[in-house]
């Protein structure tokens, strides 16, 4: 349950699409009054959605949302951060300030709301609509404990979190949980599409590849064991999951996935300089 003294915390939100809304949802189902929390969106649409089927307070324009918060969390593309930031400028006095927008640098939009610091960057993932993501959150130089708590209850209402000490790190959290849910999407279309090869009609392909996939992760989940513990009970001797593992390490696929990886890492700095450039 969020404490009495959060519950009297409003909240902006600057930006109510998919992400903005999950984590809006996530703190309505932990007990934070509606009333509290204002959701700013251009899109009519966007905003009759968040006022009629979640029940906030919606604005076209974040002045007024962001003038009566005490924390604005920004959720918008980050290709629209600099202008949003920029817009609120001048209202943010003491807030604290938590951005979900990716390859953004804290250092950045530190810049871009005039030199304010007390800001939390934070990396939340696609699981974050089903109230099952992983955040990772990295906060300014001397942004205080209780901002640190606030943040971990505003993001850990749809996912649980992980803290960093060096923002460098970010770069590698959204290669591997922000990205990650597509590299999982990836192997379940291929293990569903092999199903398919062998005869499998749609529907039972879905369901094949999906219960393996939600059953050996729930396993997973479940056991104290490391994975490699795991895939070795399954891989009998001369067996088939045997030589399915064989064909894979033959193709480097294990190293190819962290390759992969590396390489989605480097493109979350190249963006962090890109998006960071002032226009």
């Not at 604290?96 to 007390?118: E, N, T």
């Not at 993932?125 to 708590?149: F, I, K």
């Not at 960093?164 to 922000?178: F, K, L, P, R, W």
Request: proline share 4%; hydrophobic share 50%.
């Amino acid at each position: 349950m969020v404490p009495a003294e959060m519950q009297q915390m409003n909240i902006a939100f600057v930006g109510g699409g998919n992400m903005g809304a999950a984590l809006i949802g996530g703190l309505l189902k932990h007990g934070w009054p509606a009333q509290s929390i204002a959701a700013v969106d251009i899109d009519e649409r966007t905003r009759e959605h968040l006022a009629r089927d979640i029940g906030v307070r919606v604005y076209a324009d974040a002045g007024p949302a962001v003038a009566t918060a005490q924390c604005v969390v920004f959720a918008v593309k980050p290709q629209h951060l600099r202008e949003s930031a920029r817009t609120v400028a001048p209202l943010i006095k003491a807030h604290l300030v938590i951005s979900i927008a990716a390859g953004i640098r804290a250092g950045d939009l530190s810049r871009w709301l005039l030199g304010h610091r007390r800001i939390v960057r934070a990396m939340p993932n696609t699981p974050a609509l089903v109230q099952a993501g992983m955040t990772g959150l990295y906060a300014l130089p001397g942004v205080s404990g209780e901002d640190r708590a606030l943040a971990e209850k505003v993001l850990g209402a749809a996912s649980e979190t992980l803290w960093v000490q060096n923002e460098a790190m970010m770069d590698t959290i959204t290669a591997v949980s922000g990205s990650g849910p597509a590299y999982v999407f990836y192997f379940l279309e291929a293990l569903q599409h092999a199903a398919l090869e062998q005869g499998f009609a749609p529907a039972a392909a879905r369901r094949l590849a999906l219960t393996t996939f939600t059953g050996a992760l729930k396993l997973a989940a479940e056991s104290a064991d490391a994975p490699e513990v795991l895939r070795a009970r399954v891989t009998s001797k001369g067996g088939t999951t045997e030589r399915a593992i064989a064909y894979l390490e033959r193709y480097s696929v294990r190293q190819h996935i962290v390759a992969a990886v590396a390489a989605a890492t480097e493109r979350s700095r190249e963006l962090g300089d890109e998006l960071g450039r002032d226009a």
